[in-house]
């Protein structure tokens, strides 16, 4: 009885730049660095393990072409050992590495390798363990990195009595949370008449059709950074075909360095030690969801409570994530604490301090008054984004947003916490 | 806060001085000078502070009548009263005991003063006249902001720190040249740098790659050429190395050749041979030595002789030997123990004598007199005496008990009577008599049931009833007088009701005198400012320019961002100016760089004109010819030197051609002649052995050896005759050879002559030229190589340079148009400038520099324009406000009955609404008091009502309490009488119990045989005879039975004896028992005389058997010997130990030298190996031709050493750009920067948001706090202004800020200002005393009240002025606590006469001398008007009651309570402590007293 499997991946970004991590401990970069390679090695070790016949890679590949050869040459490994094995290697380019793109350390592709072309929709032919002829897989590649045509419109299913597979990177039902690049539509994707779409672009897997036909975006293989879209479990699609059609796909996370945010309301938290025991349990929770190397998690404090008073400087926040890194050091599967992001409010009651008619009642008339009018607002910050933006600063201090509304609440907040804190004194 | 009292163990002239019970309010301390008021006030600052130190200048205040220094002070909180205790120094040790006693620290303190520190409490709350007179104190930064920006920021410290604090913060994350964000900055720049650096070097990755290759090919083929060349060096290393081993090992195989064949040799000949000749000595000596031992025992043995029939008795002897001691003692003994038997027989008889008739042996022995028999008698004997006393004491009980019955029901009805008899109202003597009468009975009726008294009756209801009784009689009449005086007070007091009623709106209106007088003089002010404004405006506008006016003005549209835009356009005209001159400069530093470069080019080129060198690589073909010339001519060289050898071998050959000598000829034959005999008569020999014929054998054996020796001799002296004995053969064959070698020599000669010949023509040499020449040709080849790499560097310096040129054309080319470029931008902002200008309307050709100060200028003129108006509104405002008031005041006047200022000048119009003002408040003063008086009337009133009801319910209370107390005894005694009542039928079972015990007794003694006579005492001493029969008769039964056991014994013994001496064959003894005795000794000798024999006969026997054994041992070993030494001899093939030694001689040097060839051979084969190979080199070392060897070695060897280094640097060169491409693979710096790069973004980002958040915090508290300084008036200072103005009567109404906020300034009633040192002293002192008025009470409502403390500050003040003060200090007493220190006697007096409940306390007075001679504290109370008709014991009543209904109370709240003076109170409880009826406690504190534990309490 014949036999054909096959396996979906995108968005490898292999040798990928973390973002929004801060400063890690050396021994836990070493591990980031690594990271998105060894991933790209477990989906190897997952092809050879399900025997599969077919590996799709739906684009982006690299985060860019100027990237590591380190990283050119282990993919190039990888793809001599599943040449080895007789797995067929089907690759389209993305937006982040488009075709034509420098491959400066493989001067030779391993047999069974081949990359989709960017004039067309290319078709190969793919066979099964019994040397039959399964399957048609066509694909296109991106020329560049900002391909705002729809692909899609260019796929049409070929008249063989066979599985059709489609390989695009695009943006599908108009996700604003990613680049349009490729954009199309689930109907466009519909009306090519695939019985498999494997997508590339948006990280996160998803399933935009279960079935008549299958669109399928398998995710990243490594989150980049702490964002929505690269937090979760990260994975590949392992499909099977039985009997000519495609009975199922299955999502198969692989190992690889999770990123999570971790929300805690400090309400409930008597104190610190207290907090670290709660921000462990979260930890594990996550850990305990999938295979990880490692857990980066950065955690988010929010609410009113005692610990406010415990976090309301800088340093403190600073003492608190070293206590923090400390605590978990030399933990396996490793657990980074990235940050903590001191959301939380100082227990005052603001009416009721309005109602004093004292300094701090002033003050809150007065940043009422300021957010009501906003070119007031931004007089007040006017001189100091000068000074913040002024000869070398500017390059680099003005790609940091800084909403005016949450500086003015931020701003309230110190200086009532300090106002209140000296007349407590 | 409020201080309770002081406790100063030694401070100053103070010593042990304590104070307790401070009220709250306005306290006089009076004392004379040097009394220590001074001291007292720096014993409170020191106690709450710290006392001053050395450093410092305060005086220190050490303690001058002994003492600690220091002490304590009591102080009350929220909580409770603190103990606050210091001694000495300022940091001396604080202790503070918390209200609940527990131990507090600084942080209580802090809590207790409401976080004022040192300075400010000196300033506000504790000062001396002279610190009031000084603005010194009231100047500080924090005083300061207290005045003029009160309740910024809460009670604590100014917004201004805040804002410093921000501020910091914010410097810290950004300063002008540093911070925080600044480094990140820094950072982020590098690592992105970096980043770009590492990516351009990933992309040089494929021609590194290409590079590795072509230099792994270059590497091959290298190694493939030095290892050839390795090899041939090698072999030649080889065979040159090789040769001395095989030249020893030819020589020693010629050797080995001479010597005899023996084929075997006995192994370790030397050992076996010594061996085998000491055994057979050693065997012999110990034969002959065993041998006469031997005969030595046998004589000995034949001595001894020994007795057959003792050994059989020989241990029956011995034991009847060790018990004759024993069977001695049996015969002693059996003689006492009959004696002692006759004893116990005699001791019998005496008991049954005793016993008397009836009694026998039997009888006495069977009668029990054991322990329980004994103990039955004894309980009989118990049993009768408890019965009889039972039975008397029950007599005695019932007796009694019915005299105690009959009193306590006479002395019942007594007391039930007498309150029957008595009703109405009793006094509390009669209560007291009566609850001491049932006091009485309740005891009596105690002592009849056994129990306690109280638990029977308790007479604290009755007794607090009656004092609760008189209490509230006394009240009531003490408080009906006080209501008539009140009522008369009330009455007296007369009022004008018009006047009163305007009083209020007059007051408002005097209030806003002030405003108005200011509203006058700031309409006047701000006139003049207008005024100054508007001109502002016209001269600003006519510095405009022509054209422009102030609607002009008004209507330019002029922000900020405009003046901004100026800065912007100014600066990026800077910036294009800047650019523009940095272009240039490039520009100018290019084409200086270019010209150089063009310079340089066409020097080199010139210096290439000349004629070119040779190549390097024709240099080193010539290299290569020159070393292989100089090779083969040294080779040249060797071989003339072989040739030269050769001819004079053949020359020495031809003068050998010679006859040889004919003696020496025998010597060819001889040896194999001697050799032939040798072995012919060796074969004999060994016939004759065979046929066993040894005689003849071995003298053919002898003879056989001889001849080989010969033979040996003669093949040697053969050897060393060969040479000459060689002959004419051996002369041709040299001949022959030596020509046969030239002819080799010549031809090799000629073969390399040819190739010499070559290389020398290829280096322009003669054919055969000499080495000199060589020399010669490769210095200079040496100068054609360094004339050719110079040429080489310049053809590449030319290279470089061109290429330099070309760059730097290239980049002159970039810089020319970044100037082009720079150039056109300027201009473009220039042209942008202009067009701003039009579109503003501002002249051409304006500069942004002064176009920017043309805007702020006319921004300034729309600013002063701006506010000229609006100090016209606020004039507008400012009058109608004006005419308001002035409308009402005369309405207010009218009314007032006062008409004469209508239309009257302000300052008139003031001073009349002052006076009717003036004139409302007394009448409203006087209507307050007669109502309060009144109110006050109707409150003692009411209290008189309330405490007649309360004498009311007292009474009735009172005789109810008495009468149940009658009740409840009565009750008690009915219970407590039928209790008793059912006792008296059990006493009389007592009796009962006595006779019962009686009869049974007897029945007892009947049962037993004994007399009914006997008590239970008799009957035990009978006991006591029957046991002594019994116990002589069990001694006599056991001195019996001893005495048969003794006796068998002795038989026994005796009989044993008899059978041994029979069996030794001697007669039985007879006779006394010692020749038992006797006999058994002599028989025990023989034994042991005959077993001695026997034990030395036994070991001769042993000794003569192993003697025996030993000899033939001894025979055996000789013999093996003997054997061992002829089968050596035999085995070497030799007859005696001389021949054996002379042929092991011969064996060992054959042995040597075969080791020796053997170990040579083996040395060649190890260094030259196995194999084809080496077959091939073995065959060439045989050969010996070892100068050829040599040649090959030295050629190879350079050649090998030239190979190498190229070689080696061919693979430097290759790992080089392997770890280069390695690297470039393995690269990780791209991911590691970005990462670091993002991590450092981040960290960017939140110092900017951060910074963000902390600029715009600082700026909305500093915002604020403008808008808080700039909108309220400080209350401070309208505190301050109220109670100045009330102290001056009016006369300065208004104390106000200075312009610039750092001072302060009066105002007079007209309005005029007056700085503080236009006032008199006084009157400075009264401004002061009024500021710090006002500070303290504004931080009691920020943070705690805390008391004030002065040191005669009233001293300088007007006698009215001193009252009014005085009124304002008691006025802030009411929720202040005020201590008012003073040595005049008319402050004390006046204070008095205003309130003359204030608390004074008169300071204790020295003697000059300084002794102790204190009056103590001594409290008077010299207004005592308070009501106080409680006196003497219905005071102290009283107090009892009060505290035995509250519990413990102090002084102040019991004299509260009561409604009586203190003192009186204090006096009262001094007497009742006295008397314990009353305990103090807490006296650190502040005293709490209680009810005492007191007969009567």
Redesign the interface.
């Known amino acids: 009885m014949s036999h054909f499997t096959f396996v979906h991946a995108a968005d490898l970004h292999l040798?990928t730049?973390?973002?929004?991590?801060?400063?890690?401990a050396p021994e836990i970069?070493d591990v980031?660095?690594d990271s998105s390679l060894a991933a790209w090695d477990a989906l190897v070790v997952l092809c050879i393990e399900r025997e599969a016949r077919l590996l799709l890679l739906a684009g982006d590949i690299y985060d860019g072409e100027?990237?590591?050869?380190?990283a050119q040459?282990r993919f190039l490994r990888g793809l001599e050992r599943l040449s080895e094995r007789g797995v067929r290697v089907l690759i389209a380019h993305g937006n982040h590495d488009p075709h034509g793109g420098?491959w400066?350390?493989i001067?030779q592709w391993p047999a069974g390798v081949s990359m989709f072309s960017q004039e067309g929709v290319e078709s190969f032919p793919v066979n099964d363990d019994t040397g039959r002829e399964v399957a048609i897989v066509h694909g296109i590649s991106h020329a560049s990195r900002t391909v705002a045509e729809n692909l899609a419109l260019r796929f049409r299913r070929g008249p063989e009595p066979l599985l059709h597979l489609g390989v695009l990177h695009c943006n599908a039902g108009g996700d604003l949370n990613h680049p349009a690049y490729a954009p199309c539509t689930i109907d466009d994707l519909r009306s090519a008449g695939m019985d498999y779409w494997a997508l590339g672009h948006i990280h996160q897997h998803r399933v935009l059709s279960a079935g008549d036909p299958w669109i399928v975006y398998a995710g990243g293989l490594q989150g980049r950074s702490l964002k929505p879209g690269e937090v979760g479990i990260k994975g590949a699609i392992v499909g099977s075909l039985a009997n000519g059609a495609l009975s199922g796909i299955e999502f198969v996370p692989v190992p690889h360095v999770r990123f999570a945010e971790l929300d805690v309301d400090i309400g409930d938290v008597a104190d610190a030690a207290r907090l670290l025991d709660r921000l462990e349990e979260e930890a594990q929770a996550v850990q305990d969801e999938g295979p990880a190397v490692g857990l980066v998690a950065r955690v988010t404090l929010v609410g009113r409570g005692p610990l406010h008073g415990d976090l309301a400087s800088?340093d403190r926040v600073a003492e608190l994530l070293k206590t923090m890194r400390e605590e978990t050091r030399g933990r396996r599967p490793f657990l980074w604490w990235s940050?903590i992001i001191a959301g939380t409010r100082p227990d005052l009651d603001r009416d009721a301090i309005r109602r004093r008619g004292?300094?701090?009642a002033?003050?809150l008339h007065?940043?009422d008054r300021l957010r009501d009018d906003e070119k007031a607002l931004s007089?007040?910050?006017q001189e100091?984004e000068a000074?913040?933006q002024a000869g070398?600063?500017r390059?680099?201090?003005a790609r940091?947003p800084?909403h005016p509304s949450q500086?003015?609440e931020?701003?309230?907040t110190?200086?009532l916490e300090?106002?209140?804190a000296?007349?407590?004194? | 806060m409020r201080i309770r009292g002081w406790q100063v163990e030694g401070f100053g002239v103070l010593c042990d001085y304590d104070v307790t019970d401070l009220p709250d309010g306005l306290v006089l301390v009076h004392g004379p000078n040097e009394a220590g008021k001074s001291t007292l006030l720096a014993f409170l600052r020191g106690v709450l502070f710290g006392f001053p130190d050395r450093r410092g200048s305060e005086p220190l205040y050490p303690p001058l009548r002994g003492g600690r220094h220091g002490g304590a002070l009591m102080v009350e909180g929220p909580n409770g009263i603190y103990r606050v205790e210091r001694l000495g120094g300022r940091r001396g040790p604080l202790a503070i005991v918390r209200p609940d006693d527990t131990e507090g620290g600084e942080n209580d303190l802090q809590q207790l003063l409401g976080g004022a520190d040192r300075q400010l409490f000196r300033s506000v709350f504790a000062f001396s006249l002279q610190e009031l007179n000084s603005m010194e104190t009231l100047s500080s930064d924090q005083v300061r902001a207290r005045i003029f920006s009160a309740g910024i920021a809460g009670a604590g410290r100014s917004a201004r720190e805040v804002i410093d604090d921000l501020h910091e913060e914010a410097g810290l994350l950004l300063g002008a040249r540093s911070g925080r964000i600044r480094e990140l900055v820094r950072e982020a720049q590098s690592l992105s740098d970096q980043v770009g650096a590492a990516v351009r070097r990933a992309s040089e990755y494929t021609e590194a790659l290409r590079r590795e290759e072509d230099a792994g090919v270059e590497v091959g083929r290298l190694r493939d050429e030095l290892t050839r060349a390795e090899t041939s060096a090698r072999r030649a290393n080889t065979l040159i190395d090789s040769w001395p081993t095989e030249s020893e090992r030819q020589a020693s195989i010629r050797v080995l050749g001479a010597l005899p064949e023996i084929d075997s040799f006995p192994a370790n000949p030397e050992e076996r041979l010594t061996e085998a000749l000491g055994g057979v000595r050693t065997a012999g000596g110990s034969f002959d030595e065993t041998d006469q031992e031997l005969q030595r025992l046998l004589d000995h043995r034949r001595d001894i002789d020994v007795d057959d029939r003792l050994p059989p008795i020989s241990t029956a002897v011995g034991g009847l030997v060790a018990q004759c001691a024993v069977h001695r003692e049996h015969l002693a003994r059996i003689g006492d123990v009959s004696s002692e038997l006759r004893q116990h027989d005699d001791g019998i008889g005496q008991v049954l004598r005793e016993l008397g008739p009836g009694w026998d042996e039997p009888r006495l022995a069977s009668f029990d007199t054991s322990l329980p028999a004994a103990e039955e008698v004894r309980g009989w004997q118990q049993r009768l005496e408890r019965a009889t006393r039972e039975a008397e004491s029950a007599a005695s009980a019932l007796a009694l008990f019915d005299r105690q019955v009959a009193g306590i029901d006479e002395a019942l009805a007594r007391i039930g009577a007498e309150l029957d008899r008595r009703e109405g109202s009793p006094a509390e003597d009669w209560f007291r008599a009566v609850s001491a009468r049932l006091t009485a009975v309740a005891e009596a009726i105690a002592t009849l049931e056994a129990r306690a008294p109280e638990l029977v009756f308790d007479a604290r209801p009755v007794e607090t009833a009656a004092a609760a009784l008189t209490a509230a009689r006394q009240g009531w009449a003490r408080l009906r007088a006080i209501a008539d005086d009140a009522g008369a007070r009330a009455r007296a007091i007369m009022v004008s009701p018009e006047l009163a009623a305007l009083q209020e709106p007059v007051t408002e209106a005097a209030r806003h005198v002030e405003v108005e007088r200011q509203r006058l003089r700031d309409i006047e002010s701000q006139e003049a400012t207008r005024r100054e404004r508007q001109e502002a405006v016209e001269r600003g506008t006519r510095d405009l320019g022509a054209g422009w006016d102030e609607a002009h003005v008004g209507g330019m549209a002029c922000d900020f961002a405009q003046i901004r835009q100026a800065r912007e356009f100014a600066a990026r005209l800077a910036d294009d100016r800047e650019r523009l001159t940095g272009a240039q400069r490039e520009l100018d530093h290019v084409g200086k760089g270019r010209s150089a470069r063009e310079k340089d080019l066409q020097r080199l080129q010139q210096e290439l004109a000349s004629p070119e060198p040779a190549s390097l690589e024709a240099l080193e073909r010539q290299n290569r010819s020159l070393r292989r010339l100089r090779t083969r001519l040294a080779e040249l060289a060797e071989i003339e030197g072989a040739r030269r050898a050769e001819e004079r071998v053949k020359a020495d050959a031809a003068r050998e051609d010679a006859p040889t000598e004919p003696d020496a000829r025998w010597l060819g034959w001889a040896p194999g002649a001697a050799g032939a005999i040798a072995i012919v008569v060796a074969l004999l020999a060994t016939w004759r052995l065979l046929v066993q014929d040894a005689t003849r054998g071995a003298s053919l054996a002898f003879v056989a050896a001889l001849t080989a020796l010969l033979a040996f001799a003669l093949r040697f002296a053969a050897s060393r005759a060969r040479p000459a004995a060689g002959g004419v053969l051996g002369q041709q064959r040299r001949k022959q050879e030596v020509g046969r070698r030239l002819a080799d020599i010549e031809k090799r000669a000629a073969d390399i002559r040819g190739p010499v010949a070559e290389d020398a023509r290829t280096l322009g040499l003669p054919d055969l030229p000499t080495l000199e020449q060589v020399e010669d040709r490769q210095e200079e080849m040496s100068g054609e190589r360094d004339a050719r790499r110079r040429r080489d560097d310049q053809v590449a310096a030319a290279s470089l340079l061109t290429q330099e040129l070309e760059s730097w054309r290239e980049s002159e080319l970039r810089r020319r148009t970044e100037h082009d470029d720079a150039a056109e931008q300027a201009a473009e902002t220039v042209r942008q400038w202009e067009a701003w200008l039009a579109a503003k309307d501002l002249p051409a050709g304006m500069t942004p520099d002064a176009a920017r100060d043309f805007l702020q200028q006319v921004r300034s003129l729309q600013a002063r324009i701006e506010e000229r108006n609006a100090i016209g509104e606020r004039l507008r405002t400012q009058r109608t406000a004006w005419q308001a008031w002035r409308t009402n005041a005369e309405a207010l006047l009218a009314a007032g009955g006062d008409s004469t200022a209508s239309a009257s000048e302000a300052a008139t119009l003031f001073e009349r609404i002052l006076d009717v003002q003036r004139r409302c408040a007394e009448q409203a003063t006087r209507a307050r008091e007669r109502k309060s008086a009144q109110h006050e009337a109707e409150d003692w009133d009411e209290k008189l009502a309330r405490a007649q009801r309360a004498r009311d319910t007292a009474e009735g209370d009172a005789m109810s309490a008495v009468r149940d107390a009658h009740e409840r005894v009565a009750d008690r005694w009915r219970s407590a009488r039928a209790a008793r009542d059912s006792e008296r039928g059990r006493l009389e079972t007592f009796d009962r119990e006595s006779e019962r015990a009686a009869r049974e007794w007897d029945a007892w003694q009947a049962s037993h045989g004994l007399d009914r006579r006997m008590s239970p005492e008799g009957v035990l001493d009978f006991f006591d005879l029957l046991r002594r029969g019994h116990d002589a008769i069990g001694r006599r039964n056991q001195m019996k039975g001893t005495l048969d056991t003794l006796r068998a014994g002795v038989a026994a013994w005796e009989q044993r004896v008899e059978d041994v001496v029979s069996t030794a064959g001697l007669r039985a003894p007879e006779g006394a028992p010692d020749a038992w005795i006797d006999a058994v000794g002599e028989l025990d000798r023989r034994c042991q005389a005959d077993a001695a024999a026997r034990r030395e006969a036994g070991r001769l026997d042993e000794a003569i058997a192993d003697g025996d054994c030993a000899l033939g041992r001894a025979r055996d070993q000789r013999e093996r010997c003997e054997e061992t030494l002829a089968a050596l001899f035999l085995e070497a093939g030799v007859s005696s130990e001389a021949e054996f030694r002379e042929r092991l001689a011969q064996y060992r040097s054959r042995e040597d030298l075969e080791r020796k060839v053997a170990e040579l051979e083996s040395r060649i084969v190890a260094f030259l190996g196995r194999g084809d190979e080496a077959a091939d080199v073995r065959s060439e070392l045989s050969t010996g031709r070892i100068s050829e060897w040599t040649a090959q070695r030295s050629e190879r060897s350079a050649e090998v050493l030239d190979l190498r280094t190229r070689h080696e640097d061919a693979i430097r060169g290759h790992q080089d750009l392997s770890n280069e491409r390695r690297q470039l693979e393995e690269a990780a710096d791209v991911a590691d920067i970005e990462l670091q790069y993002q991590a450092v973004l981040e960290e960017l980002d939140a110092a900017v948001r951060r910074r963000r958040v902390v600029s715009l915090a600082a700026t909305l508290v500093g915002e604020t706090l403008r808008e808080f300084e700039r909108t309220r008036q400080p209350r401070v200072l309208a505190n301050a202004s109220e109670a100045f103005a009330r102290v001056t009567d009016g006369r300065y109404p208004k104390v106000v800020q200075t312009e610039d906020a750092e001072g302060i300034v009066v105002l007079d009633r007209l309005g005029a200002r007056r700085t503080v040192a236009e006032l008199s002293r006084g009157t400075q002192e009264q401004l002061y005393l009024s500021m710090r008025l006002g500070l303290a009470r504004e931080f009691g409502e920020r943070a705690v009240p805390l008391p004030l403390v002065m040191d005669d500050v009233l001293v300088n003040f007007d006698e009215s002025r001193a009252r009014h003060m005085a009124r304002e200090l008691m006025a802030f007493a009411t929720d202040h606590q005020v201590l008012l220190f003073t040595c005049h006697s008319f402050v004390r007096s006046m204070l008095l006469d205003l309130d003359p409940d204030v608390r004074v306390i008169d300071m204790p007075v020295y003697d000059v001398a300084g002794q102790d001679s204190r009056l103590g504290e001594s409290e008077t109370d010299t207004g005592a008007e308070r009501p106080s008709s409680l006196a003497g014991p219905a005071l102290e009543a009283s107090v009892l009651q009060a505290l035995a209904s509250s519990g413990p109370l102090s002084l102040t709240e019991l004299a509260g309570r009561l409604e009586c003076d203190p003192e009186q109170v204090r006096r009262v409880l001094s007497g009742l402590r006295d008397r314990r009826q009353v305990n103090m406690s807490g006296q650190k504190r502040g005293a709490r007293y209680a009810l005492g534990d007191v007969d009567g309490a």
Do not use: H, M, Y
């Not at chain 1, 730049?17 to 890690?24: D, H, N, Q, S």
């Not at chain 1, 100027?66 to 380190?70: D, F, I, V």
């Open positions: 040798d730049p973390f973002e929004g991590l801060g400063r890690v970069a980031l660095r100027e990237r590591g050869l380190r040459l420098r400066s350390a001067r800088p940050g004292d300094f701090s002033e003050l007065l940043t007089r007040f910050a100091e000074a913040l070398a600063l390059k680099f201090v940091v800084g500086v003015l931020d701003a309230e110190l200086a300090r106002l209140e000296r007349s407590g004194q």
